[in-house]
């Protein structure tokens, strides 16, 4: 609870109003007694307001209608089915004698009331626009750099490679004092250990060979501003003794150098590795982990908050379509397949994926079937359009009723598939065509196979289409070259 909320006790009963506030005095908390004609000009002139009244009927009407939000306690029993004891807003009773443990139980439900009222007022969120998400996990981050940007403190963001370490990293950043300095990132594993000491904090000319002229390093590059030290657990030991020196004594000299410089940064810390296992096994320092641990943020991993998919599928989407100049959609089945993927890759995983998809279907609806084997983890839509049918009626329909027909085809076709014949014999009632083709087509494919002794090559030659096509036909019609 914020030291300047002030408890307001508003009690009939002057001697154990004054009795409370001497009580609450005692433990630290800023409070004073008040009446109930008062009341309404002290809340209003009152920072975060909590009220302790007595059970009184007509005054808990009168909180009830006009503080509903005021967080409320009263003092000895009291009828649960008073009005006042039906909202959120009252927190419990206070039992005499006044006990330290009840009074700070009540008043730590206080501060967590008045916490996530005022967390819910934010309708507009302050934080960096990429720390995308509706799960609690994301909401409890997001109040924990509120929490934490507007101090001093290191910051040591944990989480699996890819949830977004940076993103948390940049939006402290961006809501600190720091904010108009830069925020200069390093990946400490993947400088090799005998650059790092350069890369962090500079070196003079002829400091080394190769050195041809002075360099200032990460630490000297964000001053003012925020250095944010990724992979920190990939620090070689001999580095992590110099980071600690920098961190207490906030000095730091250019290899090759005398020249003592501030280290006027704000350290911001991440990694994948478990930092206690390594203290165990002698592969990271303790005191370096304490000196960085001050403030820790744990990112959940993306298979942990799979509710927010929807909505980074649709921030990713956007981002990419200014890259690649191309959209995509996603069907509700392929969206809930997403859902039930393990992500090993977390967010970059799901990133290249997007990306990958727009590259393949460009402006396109993306569907199970369109997904990577490894992606589909429901059923998708099974239609598949009979487009060979399609094409088996066009082409019956193109050898009967084709007025130039090759005068050799035509010597060679059967009577039966004389197109003037089955004019003439068309019933009142009508006929299937679809059943009528595919009977000649049946045929035709009968013939031709026993003319040419069950080659199908020489069939697919005399019927003027090509061998895999007949293998088709025949497998459609489960014919058999016998």
């Known amino acids: 609870m914020d030291l300047s909320s002030t408890i307001l006790v508003c009690d009939d009963n002057k001697?154990?109003?004054?009795?409370?506030?001497?009580?609450?005095?005692?433990?630290?908390?800023q409070s004073r007694c008040c009446e109930q004609h008062e009341l309404s000009d002290i809340v209003l002139s009152t920072t975060n307001p909590i009220l302790i009244a007595n059970g009184q009927l007509n005054l808990l009407e009168h909180i009830a209608q006009n503080f509903p939000l005021l967080p409320l306690m009263t003092i000895g029993h009291i009828d649960q089915e008073n009005p006042g004891t039906d909202y959120g807003n009252f927190l419990g009773s206070l039992n005499e004698p006044f006990s330290y443990d009840q009074l700070t139980q009540l008043l730590h439900r206080a501060q967590t009331y008045l916490s996530q009222l005022h967390h819910d007022a934010q309708t507009?969120?302050?934080?960096?626009?990429?720390?995308?998400?509706?799960?609690?996990?994301i909401q409890d981050i997001r109040h924990l750099i509120d929490q934490v940007a507007h101090t001093r403190a290191n910051v040591l963001i944990l989480g699996e490679s890819g949830t977004g370490k940076e993103v948390v990293a940049r939006a402290v950043h961006e809501q600190s004092d720091r904010k108009e300095g830069p925020f200069v990132p390093i990946n400490c594993g993947a400088i090799p250990a005998?650059?790092?000491e350069s890369e962090l904090f500079g070196h003079e000319k002829g400091a080394f060979t190769g050195a041809f002229a002075a360099r200032k390093g990460r630490f000297e590059l964000a001053e003012s501003g925020t250095l944010f030290l990724d992979e920190i657990g990939d620090m070689p030991m001999p580095m992590q003794v110099k980071l600690l020196r920098v961190i207490q004594e906030r000095v730091f000299e250019r290899v090759g150098g005398n020249r003592v410089l501030q280290a006027n940064v704000r350290i911001i810390a991440a990694t994948h590795r478990n930092l206690e296992t390594m203290i165990a096994d002698g592969k990271f320092r303790e005191d370096l982990f304490y000196r960085l641990n001050v403030f820790p943020i744990e990112v959940p991993s993306l298979r942990d908050r799979s509710d927010d998919i929807p909505l980074l599928l649709q921030e990713l989407v956007t981002r990419h379509q200014q890259q690649h100049g191309a959209v995509i959609r996603f069907t509700q089945r392929s969206v809930e397949s997403l859902m039930l993927h393990r992500w090993p890759g977390n967010i970059r995983e799901l990133s290249n994926l997007v990306e990958r998809l727009i590259i393949l279907h460009p402006n396109k609806i993306i569907d199970v079937r369109d997904l990577p084997p490894k992606y589909r983890h429901v059923e998708g839509d099974d239609f598949m359009p009979n487009i060979q049918d399609c094409l088996s009626e066009r082409d019956?329909?193109?050898?009967?009723?084709?007025?130039?027909?090759?005068?050799?085809?035509?010597?060679?076709?059967?009577?039966?598939?004389?197109?003037?014949?089955?004019?003439?014999?068309?019933?009142?009632?009508?006929?299937?065509?679809?059943?009528?083709?595919?009977?000649?087509?049946?045929?035709?494919?009968?013939?031709?196979?026993?003319?040419?002794?069950?080659?199908?090559?020489?069939?697919?030659?005399?019927?003027?289409?090509?061998?895999?096509?007949?293998?088709?036909?025949?497998?459609?019609?489960?014919?058999?070259?016998?």
């Open 15 to 29: 001697q154990r109003a004054e009795a409370l506030v001497t009580v609450l005095n005692f433990i630290g908390k």
């Open 124 to 137: 507009i969120p302050r934080l960096s626009a990429d720390l995308i998400g509706k799960c609690v996990a």
């Open 194 to 196: 005998e650059l790092l």
């Open 396 to 482: 019956a329909l193109l050898a009967i009723f084709n007025d130039e027909i090759d005068e050799k085809a035509a010597a060679a076709e059967p009577p039966a598939a004389d197109a003037s014949n089955l004019a003439s014999k068309l019933p009142d009632d009508g006929l299937n065509l679809k059943e009528v083709l595919s009977e000649i087509e049946v045929d035709l494919i009968r013939q031709a196979l026993e003319q040419q002794d069950g080659v199908v090559a020489r069939a697919a030659e005399q019927l003027h289409m090509r061998r895999t096509t007949l293998v088709e036909k025949m497998k459609k019609y489960q014919l058999s070259k016998d």
